[in-house]
């Protein structure tokens, strides 16, 4: 058997999520019907880096799966990208080691949530970028978004849903890109909560229209509880951008 990494790319915008599921179109289930294509009708189960939610969009979610064709490297993208539809395309494939999983060998992940703030609404950038018509404060909203670096309890900021017990995760930076209307906050961490960048990005908007102060942030960390942070950002503006690994 050989064990194969891709780099997926796809537009969320038309998806249930990534994950399998009984009702809804999936990413998982258009990748593993692309390789029971190729399999003659044998069942693949392919492995994904995280999930992501109805409506999230993609450039580097990482997968793996295990097969006994031995096809050229240059070659797989070009197989499975023909079998899969127009919103998903393999950017990358390698060899890897039977150790390699990509889900658990992940060491860091970056997300990217893009807002524009135009008075008006763009119909060719509505599902690929949360419209937020108001001026912002973009100082205080570094400001607020310092107290996020670091190691902390995030249980203020994920969703209830949210199934993990320990809740205590590591940013490593935020970044913000700013042109002319548009601006793009990247997050890089060891890992992610359920809906933990849509909730840091709800309350960095708020920061920015002056609804809270950036000084407020210690505290909601420290209160733990989802009801003190902001709203939830919408799913159109978030990108799984990379995945790292050793």
Same mark, same amino acid.
């Given at each position: 058997?050989?064990?194969?990494?891709?780099?997926?790319?796809?537009?969320?915008?038309?998806?249930?999520?990534?994950?399998?599921?009984?009702?809804?179109?999936?990413?998982?289930?258009?990748?593993?019907?692309?390789?029971?294509?190729?399999?003659?009708?044998?069942?693949?189960?392919?492995?994904?880096?995280?999930?992501?939610?109805?409506?999230?969009?993609?450039?580097?979610?990482?997968?793996?799966?295990?097969?006994?064709?031995?096809?050229?490297?240059?070659?797989?993208?070009?197989?499975?990208?023909?079998?899969?539809?127009?919103?998903?395309?393999?950017?990358?494939?390698?060899?890897?080691?039977?150790?390699?999983?990509?889900? @658990?060998?992940?060491? %860091?992940? /970056?997300?990217?949530? =893009? &807002?524009? !703030?135009?008075?008006?609404?763009?119909?060719? #950038?509505?599902?690929?970028?949360?419209?937020?018509?108001?001026?912002?404060?973009?100082?205080?909203?570094?400001?607020?978004?310092?107290?996020?670096?670091?190691?902390?309890?995030?249980?203020? @900021?994920?969703?209830? %849903?949210? /199934?993990?017990?320990? =809740? &205590?995760? !590591?940013?490593?930076?935020?970044?913000?890109? #700013?042109?002319?209307?548009?601006?793009?906050?990247?997050?890089?961490?060891?890992?992610?909560?359920?809906?933990?960048?849509?909730?840091?990005?709800?309350?960095?908007?708020?920061?920015?229209?002056?609804?809270?102060?950036?000084? /407020?942030?210690?505290?909601?960390?420290?209160?733990?509880?989802?009801?003190?942070?902001? #709203?939830?950002?919408?799913?159109?503006?978030?990108?799984?951008?990379?995945?790292?690994?050793?």
């Amino acid at each position: 058997m050989f064990r194969y990494k891709c780099v997926v790319a796809y537009d969320g915008s038309n998806f249930s999520g990534y994950q399998v599921q009984p009702n809804g179109r999936t990413v998982q289930g258009e990748l593993e019907a692309a390789l029971k294509k190729i399999h003659k009708g044998e069942e693949v189960k392919v492995v994904g880096s995280g999930r992501t939610d109805a409506g999230v969009h993609a450039t580097g979610q990482v997968i793996h799966f295990d097969t006994p064709l031995h096809i050229p490297l240059n070659r797989w993208p070009i197989v499975l990208n023909s079998m899969l539809p127009n919103d998903i395309s393999i950017k990358q494939t390698e060899l890897v080691d039977a150790n390699f999983h990509a889900r @658990f060998s992940v060491v %860091k992940k /970056e997300y990217r949530y =893009k &807002v524009y !703030t135009s008075p008006y609404r763009d119909p060719f #950038k509505h599902v690929y970028a949360y419209h937020y018509p108001y001026p912002l404060n973009l100082d205080e909203m570094e400001k607020a978004s310092k107290h996020f670096i670091g190691t902390h309890d995030f249980t203020s @900021f994920c969703s209830a %849903k949210t /199934e993990v017990a320990d =809740k &205590v995760r !590591t940013i490593e930076d935020i970044r913000f890109v #700013k042109s002319n209307e548009e601006l793009e906050v990247q997050f890089i961490g060891n890992g992610f909560l359920y809906n933990m960048v849509r909730i840091l990005m709800g309350t960095l908007l708020e920061v920015g229209i002056g609804k809270r102060k950036s000084e /407020e942030i210690p505290s909601i960390l420290e209160q733990r509880n989802r009801i003190n942070a902001g #709203k939830t950002a919408p799913a159109e503006g978030l990108y799984l951008w990379k995945v790292y690994y050793d």
